[in-house]
């Protein structure tokens, strides 16, 4: 993996919850791709999406629910409820519904080969709503991200094995 960051290299257990819990993360990512396939299956992407959801819901609320006593509702403004409102519709329903269709329609390892465009949408996003500088690492970055995607969706014409199946099956019955 290619990481750049300005702070310098460190390897410290004062980091190591932290990598932990991104890779728990990853890891339930991944089990997540896997097993909505079947559910989108059997009840459609928007409805897997809306129990899958409900779900998280639930197994998340035991660990925010403290911390939301303490949020001084009242002092919340309406862009921010606006922003709640559209970042729970559009960007999770829409956006996981979508990844539960492609899931089933192209499969778990296609699919997840397209996580690798969201970094390279959201530094072009950067910089163009937020006016970012682009420099030559994003461009690095974007290059070997796109690399591996069509390398790893590239497939060859026939194997050797098909190839020679085509070539006996060409040939004329005794």
Request: with cysteine; charged share 10%; hydrophobic share 55%.
């Amino acid at each position: 993996a290619l990481v750049v960051g300005g702070g310098g290299l460190s390897v410290s257990s004062h980091y190591l919850s932290g990598n932990l819990l991104e890779l728990a993360a990853a890891g339930a990512w991944v089990w997540y791709s896997i097993a909505v396939g079947p559910v989108v299956r059997a009840l459609g992407a928007l409805r897997a999406t809306g129990a899958s959801m409900a779900l998280a819901t639930l197994l998340i609320l035991p660990f925010a629910a403290p911390e939301m006593w303490h949020v001084a509702w009242g002092t919340v403004s309406w862009e921010a409820w606006l922003g709640l409102i559209y970042g729970a519709t559009a960007g999770m329903v829409v956006a996981m519904s979508l990844w539960g269709r492609s899931i089933h329609r192209l499969g778990p390892r296609q699919t997840m080969l397209y996580t690798y465009v969201e970094p390279c949408s959201a530094v072009i996003v950067a910089g163009l709503v937020l006016g970012e500088s682009l420099g030559l690492s994003q461009g690095i970055g974007a290059v070997l991200a796109f690399g591996g995607i069509w390398l790893s969706s590239a497939r060859p014409d026939s194997s050797p094995s098909q190839a020679a199946e085509l070539q006996l099956a060409a040939l004329p019955e005794e």
